[in-house]
C-alpha cells in the first residue's frame, strides 16, 4: 500500500530559526508532489508543487526539494516568523489529481 | 470571487439520520474532489468527479454518495449516519493543470 509519512508530528522553534520539514513516500512514481498549509479551522492553501521531473521548488522564504530515488521530500521555511505558525501537509499526486496525504507537522513559531 | 463554498459549516446528526454536505465552486473547474479528515491524520479521499456526470469513488467511499448534475456543484450525501462518519469534510476543486487546486473551509460533522 502506498503511504505518505510526515516527521516529526509536531515541531516548536523560536522566531527566527529555519523550519527543516520532511516528508517520505513508499511509492516513487508519484506524478507530483505538493505542500500545503493548514491553519485551525480552515482549509488548506496550496503552497509549492514539485513535479516529478524536478528536483525543487521555491517562493520567497519557502523552498522544497524532492528525492525520488530516497522516496522524500522536504520543506525548508527561512528565517521563521510567529505567522508561519500552522500545519502544514504534504500529498503525492496521482495523474487524475488525486491527492494522498501525510499526517501533516503541527509548526509553533514562539516570539 | 467565492472559491469553493461548502455549507453547512457545522452540523449536529443522530446515529441512522442522513444530510447532504453541499459544495460550489465558481471557478468553472471540472475536477472536484471530496475528502474527510479525522484528527491527527492527512485528509482521505472520498469521492471525486472530472466532470459534470462523472464520479468515481476515492479511498474511503463506503456510507457515501455523490452527484455531480452541474459543473458548479458536487454534494456528498451520507445515508444511515455512523459515529464513524465523525470528521471534518472538505470539498475541493481544481483546473486541467495540476496545479491550483482550492479547497473549501470544511464542514465539521458530528454524529452522536
Known amino acids: 500500500k502506498q503511504e505518505v509519512t510526515q516527521i516529526p508530528a509536531a515541531l516548536s522553534v523560536p522566531e527566527g530559526e529555519n523550519l527543516v520539514l520532511n516528508c517520505s513516500f513508499t511509492d516513487s512514481a508519484i506524478y507530483n508532489l505538493q505542500w500545503f498549509r493548514q491553519d485551525p479551522g480552515k482549509g488548506l492553501t496550496s503552497l509549492l508543487l514539485?513535479?516529478?521531473?524536478?528536483r525543487e521548488q521555491t517562493s520567497g522564504r519557502l523552498n522544497a526539494s524532492l528525492d525520488k530515488s530516497s522516496g522524500r521530500s522536504t520543506l525548508y521555511i527561512a528565517a521563521s516568523q510567529p505567522g508561519d505558525s500552522a500545519t502544514y501537509l504534504c500529498?503525492?499526486?496521482?495523474?487524475?489529481?488525486?491527492?494522498?496525504f501525510g499526517a501533516g507537522t503541527q509548526v509553533v513559531v514562539t516570539p | 470571487n467565492a472559491g469553493v463554498t461548502q455549507t453547512p459549516k457545522f452540523r449536529i446528526l443522530k446515529i441512522g439520520q442522513s444530510m447532504t454536505l453541499q459544495c460550489t465552486q465558481d471557478m468553472n473547474h471540472n475536477y472536484m474532489y471530496w475528502y474527510r479528515q479525522d484528527p491527527g491524520m492527512g485528509l482521505k479521499l472520498i469521492y471525486y468527479s472530472v466532470g459534470a456526470g462523472i464520479t468515481d469513488k476515492g479511498e474511503v467511499p463506503n456510507g457515501y454518495n455523490v452527484s455531480r448534475s452541474t459543473t458548479e456543484d458536487f454534494p456528498l450525501r451520507l445515508e444511515l449516519a455512523a459515529p464513524s462518519q465523525t470528521s471534518v469534510y472538505f470539498c475541493?476543486?481544481?483546473?486541467?493543470?495540476?496545479?491550483?487546486?482550492?479547497f473549501g473551509s470544511g464542514t465539521r460533522l458530528t454524529v452522536v
Open positions: 475541493a476543486s481544481r483546473p486541467e493543470t495540476i496545479y491550483g487546486y482550492t
Open positions: 514539485i513535479q516529478s521531473s524536478q
Open positions: 500529498a503525492r499526486t496521482d495523474s487524475w489529481g488525486k491527492l494522498q
